[in-house]
């Protein structure tokens, strides 16, 4: 057999010679295809620690994989299109990242995404239990504070859940944090690290400057600053866009930070700490954004919040509020 058919190269000659990186993580992306999808998916075929990757979408997946195969690393890629074709996507992978979903537009909050979101994600996670039910579970679309209790029911309906593999992605908070406290103090932000914890909306991200590595302090004016640029940076970016969507490449690389982590601690790496939004018992609320711990089964442990400052509480205190109607909004919805 000629390696061109009708002008074309055999694809099935081409797979038959495709090599991955012998050994590696298999890592699904879901929503691949969209403004998130596409640098995430070019990052994680970058990523040395996979060996296959999966690209499903409802649409465009074709060209999106097409494109992103002829990169010359290690990781295999294949590209799946629509419901029929979600299973083979999903089987047999570690690691699944949902970036799946619509974005917000200018005047909108992220839980104007509800009712379109609530439904994709739940679809998803249902052939997640079905196919990979193993799998670490790193949910994106918004709004996550929804979206990760709806994940989490599907998860207990099938049987399948493990709370330590379910986690909403909140590292674009930090991402910001650490760009916006090296601006005002004048660092590297690649020196800075600032514990963001609470939820991904509004005044349910909570960045403790209190609490950040290498300790600083900052006047009252400068706090109340950074707290608000960091609780609006989503905002501040889909104003900037103007209609044609929110933060895709920022969000794709904080997607990617994490992705890796994720899969440094199912390594075995020691000492891998991030935030994220998650099953959790650090407050009376069932899922909270917090510094955990990753490792070989997903979260091996979840931080106190440590001591926090008297504007720290207050914040706490309004957040816990409105993360506790999101929380149960979504578990209603997956539950009725
Ligand atoms: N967690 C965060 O920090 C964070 C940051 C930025 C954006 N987001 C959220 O991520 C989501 C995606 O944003 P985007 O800018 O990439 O949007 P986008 O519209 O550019 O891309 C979304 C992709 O999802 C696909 N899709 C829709 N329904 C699907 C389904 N049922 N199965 C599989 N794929 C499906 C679309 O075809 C599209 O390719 C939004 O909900 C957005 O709010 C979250
Ligand atoms: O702001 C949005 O709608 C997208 C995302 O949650 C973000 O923080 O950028």
Redesign the pocket.
Known sequence: MGLKMEGKISLELTNCRAKGGSSGFKVAI????????QPLSMFMKMNPLVSVLHL?????TPGVTSDISHMDTGAVVRGFLG?QQLENALTGMDLVII??????KPGMT?DD?FNI?AG?VK??CEGIAKCCPNAIVNI???P?NSTVPIAAEVFKKAGTYDPKKLL??????VVRANTFVAEVLGLDPREVDVPVVGG?AGITILPLLSQINPPCSFTSEEAAYLTSRIQNG?TEVVEAKAGV????LS?AY?AVKFADACLRGLRGDADVIKCAFVPSVVTELPFFASKVRLGRNGIEEIYALGPLNESERAGLKMAKKELAVSIEKGILFATK
Do not use: E, K
Not at 168 to 173: E, N
């Open positions: 879901l929503g691949a295809a969209g403004g998130i999808g499903y979408d409802v649409a465009n419901p970036p799946a979903g619509v974005p917000r992220r995404l979101n994709i679809t998803l994106i679309s918004n996550v909403g992605v909140t590292m674009l908070d991904h989503g969507g929110s933060a895709t969000m904080a």
